[in-house]
């Protein structure tokens, strides 16, 4: 089989993960699996999964692992095709004319040359992925973006060509390893998504929990680490209005340690609830569990 993407020497999921981990990102096998895929077969990885359980980590640590630089496109409602791609700047293109008008040049086909030179070409995350060779495109939260940027996204993905009109065409010499995460507000056009390997990204095993927890914080004890594990799992097992991430209990298991903890009380768990559920509701049903008053 041909070999399309950037591996960066990867020759195995298992190699992956194994290399991820030594930049402290702890993935199970099915990314591990869908990752090497994606690297592999020179297709998009659509990683979809709630809140804090590592889409974007996983692309920042991508990056690390193949040595290449880390591009992130943010989406959010409204962005558009020339806040992604490119932008001419027009200050700066305004200063150039009336420095030329001012030195007296008459040639008006070289001006407009000159103003659209490559130096006032401003490169967004796009153009920046498709030119620089070999990079880490994280287009993160794709389903906050509109459908049409969607259908623009996936034009670019298709053949990572673009055309700027007083440029020409710009193709990727080697095209960009492409992540592209959503939280699943709303969901992403089949098209798109037909485009790339998908991935959902569940919760962590209690047990990797706990080896992230010790991974990242190597502070806490075995024993801090199981109980924030097990405390957090429970809570993702009932009806929570934001049921906590990774990401969550890493700040709780901090904000334990700051205290001087070492293991987990009711009491600790109570005062320090903020670092793991931010919504009022969560937190009363929390507290009623444990069979304490809200303070
Ligand atoms: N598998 C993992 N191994 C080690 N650390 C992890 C892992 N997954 C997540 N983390 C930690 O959890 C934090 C949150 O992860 P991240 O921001 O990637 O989540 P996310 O899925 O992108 O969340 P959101 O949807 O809110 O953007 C990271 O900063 C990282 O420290
Ligand atoms: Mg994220």
Redesign the pocket.
Known sequence: MKVLGNLGGVRSPSELGRKLEEH????DEGLAVACFLALRMGRPLFLE??????????AKTLAKVLDAPLIRLQCYEGLDAAQALYDWDFPRQLLHLKAAETAGVRDVGKLEDDLYDRRFLIRRPLLRAIEEPGSVLLV??IDRADDEFEAFLLEVLSDFTISIPELGTIRAERPPVVIV?S?RTREVHDALKRRCLYHW?EH?SHE?EVA?IR??LPESTELLAEQVATAVHRLRGRDLLKPP???ES?DWTEALLALGARELDPGLAAATLGAVLKYREDQQAALADWGRRPG
Do not use: F, M, S, W
Not at 24 to 27: K, M, P, R
Not at 49 to 58: F, M
């Open positions: 402290d990102y702890l993935a999964g709630e809140a804090g359980v590592g889409k974007t980590e996983l993160d939260e995460t939280n990204l962590p990797r992230i991974r990242r991430g990774i990401a890493l």
